[in-house]
């Protein structure tokens, strides 16, 4: 962020359910949907801006009120190569930058296999594309009549 920045407003948050931004806590284990893991390459001082967060808010099971109380938001100090590891369902947002240098940090998002964040391709293919000599899809293992080392093998011998 370079000095002077804006800012993101409040954001993420699990309720009302979205399959992409979960927390769910159940039998002594924690799941979670999107999950953002920020690398901090500068510091991010206490009243400079930066993250901020309703903490607890991951838990939430109604939405957040309408206008929301400065006070419930927490900025969250962030000292050069720390991590800063949360749930997109943590209702969270950017500060105001008010420092005098750019504040940078390197953003890694990750995603459990089934939520579906974009709509490209926008349409799947109706299968897999075979050519006459493609070999048939198996489950992980070499069907009978073909020994081990792949289709080349078969037609060998």
Request: glycine residues 14%; proline residues 13%; aromatic residues 8%.
């Amino acid at each position: 962020m370079a000095p002077d920045t804006s800012g993101l407003g409040l954001h993420g948050g699990g309720a009302p359910w979205d399959p992409a931004q979960y927390y769910v806590h159940r039998g002594g284990r924690m799941y979670n949907g999107l999950t953002t893991v920020t690398w901090s390459l500068g510091d991010s001082d206490s009243g400079q801006g930066g993250f901020g967060c309703i903490p607890g808010s991951h838990k939430a099971a109604e939405r957040l009120p309408e206008g929301v109380p400065a006070e419930w938001v927490k900025e969250i100090p962030v000292p050069a190569g720390s991590v800063l590891i949360f749930t997109e369902a943590l209702t969270h947002c950017t500060l105001p930058w008010q420092s005098r240098y750019d504040c940078r940090a390197v953003l890694y998002k990750y995603a459990p296999g089934h939520p579906k964040r974009s709509t490209w391709p926008r349409s799947r293919p109706a299968g897999p594309r075979r050519t006459p000599r493609s070999p048939r899809p198996t489950a992980g293992r070499n069907p009978p009549d073909r020994p081990a080392g792949g289709p080349t093998a078969s037609r060998r011998s």
